[in-house]
């Protein structure tokens, strides 16, 4: 792998993984009370849980287009958001956190494996590379975990 690319792979690792200048996924979602995964605070549209389960379907569907053209993405929008009376229990709730961890990590592993072109175009798709999709994911998560913090502020469940 050339220096240059080990720097980009390593940069979008850390975006990716760690949120750099934001808060990560992992401090985002920590110690959230199950009573208040579900809860909408007044004049929002969504709750923590629709928030974290919608970044887990996005950040899927994302790498599924990435691993080939075989895959088809959930319509838009009704199956990227869960129903706002969803019931979700701790089971459920740990599930959703850590299929984000697994898809992310796998994510990760297309990144830095040397094989993948981060430039190339992806043969089937309308023009996007691995590094279009990598930036994406970074932008789409970090803009939500924004929400859920916001949401955990109305909610007074923020340590600051």
């Known amino acids: ?49 629709q928030l974290t389960e919608h970044i887990r379907i996005t950040q899927w569907d994302m790498l599924e287009f990435c691993k080939g053209p075989g895959h088809q993405s959930p ?34 592993g297309l990144l830095k494996d040397e094989k993948n072109d981060l430039f190339a175009e992806f043969p089937y798709g309308d023009g996007q590379s691995l590094l279009h999709e990598a930036l994406q994911l ?7 975990l924004g929400e859920i913090i916001v949401v955990r502020r109305l909610l007074k469940n923020w340590k600051s």
């Open 138 to 144: 970074a932008d789409h998560t970090s803009y939500h």
């Open 75 to 108: 319509k838009w929008p009704d199956e990227y958001w869960p129903s706002a009376d969803e019931k979700v229990d701790q089971k459920k709730w740990e599930s959703t956190l850590a299929a984000v961890r697994a898809d992310r990590e796998e994510f990760i």
């Open 1 to 49: 792998m050339s220096k240059d690319k080990a720097t980009i792979v390593t940069e979008l690792v850390n975006l990716i993984g760690h949120g750099s200048a934001h808060a990560s996924f992992e401090d985002t979602v920590k110690g959230v009370p199950m009573d208040l995964l579900t809860k909408i605070p007044e004049n929002l549209p969504y709750s923590i849980w």
